[in-house]
């Protein structure tokens, strides 16, 4: 088993920035990668980045690209979300998510954080 948490979320002004921490623990070694998801009110969960843990290799949904940049410190075991020039449409709960292989679909993800709040007020 993987277990995930999250911190850093919360409420900002749009143009503002924040940054996520994901700290994983238990069979770390059984993931290779480890995306951040988001979820806002009435929509579905959706892929915001990931990152692979050997190489530091990340991928961006279009939405963030340019505004948001996905991290590892393997040393920690945690990863990390930094989030620039955040808009009112970024408002959502951020999720961690741990697989085993490159993916942006929330089913293909074995393992999952408790979220994180981030409200960006306009």
């Known amino acids: 088993q993987v277990q995930l948490a999250e911190s850093g979320g919360g409420l900002v002004q749009a143009g503002g920035s924040l940054r996520l921490s994901c700290a994983a623990s238990g069979r770390t070694f059984s993931t290779s990668i480890m995306a951040w998801f988001r979820q806002a009110p009435g929509k579905e969960r959706e892929f915001v980045a990931g990152?692979?843990?050997?190489?530091?290799?990340?991928y961006y949904a279009d939405s963030v690209k340019g505004r948001f940049t996905i991290s590892r410190d393997n040393a920690k075991n945690t990863g990390y979300l930094q989030m620039n020039n955040l808009k009112p449409e970024d408002t959502a709960v951020y999720y961690c998510a741990a697989g085993r292989r490159f993916a942006i679909v929330p089913s293909l993800f074995d393992y999952w954080g408790q979220g994180t709040q981030v409200t960006v007020s306009s």
């Open positions: 990152i692979f843990w050997s190489n530091g290799a990340p």
